[in-house]
């Protein structure tokens, strides 16, 4: 039976009326995004505390504006949800929480991070046009953190001859396993892992090499997340890429295993990761106290959330 046209006027009457019943007590449950006092703003020089307020700020400090539109429930809640979290993962307006050599790991990992589009969140750039990073804008960052006192720190792995080749020989047996100080061992069957993912960072112009034990290769292959309990993944890192006199690319001096190992209880603190770090030829443990992968996790819950915390997951 055909409706007329003012059965179809009141139908749509109909559910505007519904709309705006559900709408208007939405807004007085919408939250409110308060901004904290400051303790003590990041110290940079003006061209660089540009590029932060412009692309970083509404998120990542205390300094948040939400625009017209993100006060209005229901996107007024993911707004809120968005600052929260930013602002638990890294915040300007309280750098001095952090000490120094988090401040620099920091700054790095904001560089890789536009450099790689993962941030700012497309999400938000598609709102916020003016929040992208341009190219010329990156170029100031990176000069920046490139005058940072750790670019320049001696790295033991480092001296090492420059014809000698990055890693231990596969067959090569160690007299004692390292153990991280909080409990996390070197794995060295790693090399007959599967490889997951090679990539790259600014910083140092490293070069790392990824891989994962079956437990979390399969997982992988089955886009199984989060990961479960058991799965392992060791970056391998070396330095900058060396050429020679014939042109012949080779990866720089061998730097460190960074490992990462899933148990959900063991490892809570940390989002179910324990992390661990060994470094140079003579596999150094890293971390004064066992609290040192509090810093690591930060870095992962800032810029690899949807990731169960992982980065370089390859998704195809």
């Known amino acids: 039976m055909k409706k007329t046209p003012s059965t179809a006027f009141r139908r749509v009457l109909s559910i505007v009326?519904?709309?705006?019943?559900?709408?208007?007590?939405?807004?007085?449950?919408?939250?409110?995004?308060?901004?904290?006092?400051?303790?003590?703003?990041?110290?940079?020089?003006?061209?660089?505390?540009?590029?932060?307020?412009?692309?970083?700020?509404?998120?990542?400090?205390?300094?948040?504006?939400?625009?017209?539109?993100?006060?209005?429930?229901?996107?007024?809640?993911?707004?809120?949800?968005?600052?929260?979290?930013?602002?638990?993962?890294?915040?300007?307006?309280?750098?001095?929480?952090?000490?120094?050599?988090?401040?620099?790991?920091?700054?790095?990992?904001?560089?890789?991070?536009?450099?790689?589009?993962?941030?700012?969140?497309?999400?938000?750039?598609?709102l916020h046009s003016g929040s992208r990073v341009s190219a010329s804008d990156l170029a100031i960052l990176k000069k920046y953190v490139n005058t940072l006192p750790g670019r320049h720190k001696v790295d033991t792995a480092?001296?090492?001859?420059?014809?000698?080749?990055?890693s231990r020989p596969a067959n090569e047996k160690l007299s004692r396993i390292p153990v991280s100080i909080n409990g996390v061992p070197y794995y060295p069957d790693y090399k007959n892992w599967k490889i997951i993912s090679i990539t790259d960072k600014y910083d140092g112009g490293s070069m790392r090499v990824v891989y994962a034990n079956d437990i979390m290769y399969n997982a992988i292959k089955s886009k199984k997340m989060p990961f479960p309990d058991g799965s392992k993944m060791v970056k391998a890192v070396w330095g900058k890429q060396q050429q020679d006199s014939d042109g012949i690319v080779r990866p720089g001096n061998f730097q460190n295993v960074q490992i990462m190992v899933?148990?959900?209880?063991?490892?809570?603190?940390?989002?179910?990761?324990?992390?661990?770090?060994?470094?140079?030829?003579?596999?150094?443990?890293?971390?004064?106290?066992?609290?040192?992968?509090?810093?690591?996790?930060?870095?992962?819950?800032?810029?690899?959330?949807?990731?169960?915390?992982?980065?370089?997951?390859?998704?195809k």
């Open 17 to 126: 009326g519904v709309l705006i019943v559900a709408f208007v007590p939405l807004q007085f449950a919408s939250p409110v995004v308060v901004n904290p006092p400051l303790t003590k703003e990041i110290s940079a020089p003006e061209e660089v505390t540009r590029i932060l307020k412009q692309s970083c700020y509404d998120c990542h400090s205390n300094a948040s504006n939400p625009r017209w539109y993100g006060r209005i429930a229901p996107v007024s809640f993911l707004v809120a949800h968005n600052i929260s979290e930013g602002r638990a993962r890294l915040n300007f307006s309280e750098w001095d929480k952090n000490p120094p050599v988090v401040q620099e790991l920091l700054l790095w990992e904001i560089v890789n991070a536009i450099e790689q589009g993962k941030m700012p969140l497309n999400s938000y750039c598609m």
């Open 158 to 166: 480092r001296i090492i001859r420059p014809a000698t080749l990055a």
């Open 262 to 315: 899933k148990d959900s209880r063991k490892y809570a603190a940390t989002e179910g990761w324990g992390f661990a770090k060994f470094d140079g030829l003579g596999l150094k443990p890293y971390g004064k106290t066992a609290i040192f992968d509090r810093t690591c996790i930060n870095c992962h819950r800032l810029l690899a959330p949807g990731s169960d915390f992982v980065f370089n997951v390859p998704t």
